[in-house]
């Protein structure tokens, strides 16, 4: 069997990891998920979620039918999903994003079953639907062969991920050079998640490239320089620095926010058919 395609996506992601010696540094887990900050994100691009090609070729491709959306985080595609009529099931390993989910969904009056736990580990619970969908994981996912193959087989009709042209910290690189003198990699890509489809599937994805709005958002500058002091491990008496660095690539948006870089953000749905 060839595994030369999902070896490499393993390889490149290890390379991402954050050196230890900064983060004993600053005593933080970096990585830590904001259920909040990414119910703002989910809110913020409700409106402009007509236009998402994502949820127009799941759609599609579903045919009114059943969806599973694995690392559903707060519910940006599946409450709409399930709002379109759609029978949607989600997967969520972490509890505090499974149960802002359940709290938004009330919230908007959609009916979903929710699994709380790991794919592909969970993959058993979830049943088999027309759609097996995932927006925004790849990256998170170093086993990536499992990730793919459990998405493959537990779907009826195709298979849909939206992922960023890059890795999402592709941003933050030229900070961390600027902080800590450190290089961040340029892979994985896209392209070589296609070839990681193409090895465990044998099906080359088709691919859209579009644009959405900038993705995390904060209240005021005190909450901006916070998140990004603990995402670019800033020990506490580099904290002027980092936010000299930082203001100069603070944007307002037209709804109020602050956000980090552009206005836009390049986005790719990969899609394949059974
Ligand atoms: C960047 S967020 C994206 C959330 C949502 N899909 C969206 O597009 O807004 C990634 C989510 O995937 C979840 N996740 C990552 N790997 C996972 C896995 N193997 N199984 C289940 N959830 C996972 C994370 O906990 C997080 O909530």
């Known amino acids: 069997?060839?595994?030369?395609?999902?070896?490499?996506?393993?390889?490149?992601?290890?390379?991402?990891?954050?050196?230890?010696?900064?983060?004993?540094?600053?005593?933080?887990?970096?990585?830590?998920?904001?259920?909040?900050?990414?119910?703002?994100?989910?809110?913020?691009?409700?409106?402009?979620?007509?236009?998402?090609p994502t949820l127009a070729i799941v759609e599609d491709i579903a045919g009114g039918g059943s969806v599973l959306d694995v690392g559903a985080g707060t519910g940006r595609l599946a409450i709409p999903l399930a709002g379109r009529g759609h029978r949607v099931t989600t997967v969520e390993?972490?509890?505090?994003?499974?149960?802002s989910l359940a709290a938004e969904a009330e919230?908007?009056?959609?009916?979903?079953?929710?699994?709380?736990?790991?794919?592909?580990?969970?993959?058993?619970?979830?049943?088999?639907?027309?759609?097996?969908?995932?927006?925004?994981?790849?990256?998170d996912v170093a086993g990536i062969g499992g990730f793919v193959e459990a998405m493959h087989h537990r779907s009826r009709r195709g298979v849909v991920v939206e992922m960023t042209p890059r890795h999402p910290w592709t941003p933050l690189s030229r900070y961390f050079r600027a902080l800590h003198g450190l290089e961040r990699p340029s892979r994985p890509t896209v392209d070589d998640f296609g070839r990681v489809v193409e090895e465990v599937v044998g099906i080359s994805p088709q691919q859209r490239h579009w644009t959405a709005p900038t993705g995390l958002r904060f209240a005021d500058m005190q909450e901006l320089l916070a998140f990004y002091r603990r995402r670019l491990l800033v020990p506490p008496v580099r904290s002027i620095e980092a936010a000299?660095?930082?203001?100069?690539?603070?944007?307002?948006?037209?709804?109020?926010?602050?956000?980090?870089?552009?206005?836009?953000?390049?986005?790719?749905?990969?899609?394949?058919?059974?």
């Open 107 to 139: 919230r908007a009056g959609a009916v979903m079953t929710q699994v709380v736990g790991a794919w592909p580990l969970v993959a058993g619970n979830t049943g088999i639907h027309d759609v097996v969908l995932a927006t925004q994981v790849v990256y």
């Open 244 to 274: 000299a660095l930082l203001e100069p690539d603070v944007r307002h948006t037209d709804d109020g926010w602050l956000v980090l870089g552009p206005e836009e953000r390049d986005v790719v749905t990969l899609w394949w058919r059974k």
């Open 1 to 52: 069997m060839e595994t030369a395609a999902r070896e490499a996506w393993r390889s490149f992601l290890e390379a991402w990891a954050i050196p230890q010696r900064l983060i004993d540094a600053v005593g933080v887990d970096p990585h830590v998920w904001h259920p909040e900050f990414w119910e703002r994100m989910r809110r913020a691009e409700a409106s402009r979620l007509q236009e998402s």
């Open 93 to 99: 390993r972490d509890p505090d994003m499974a149960r």
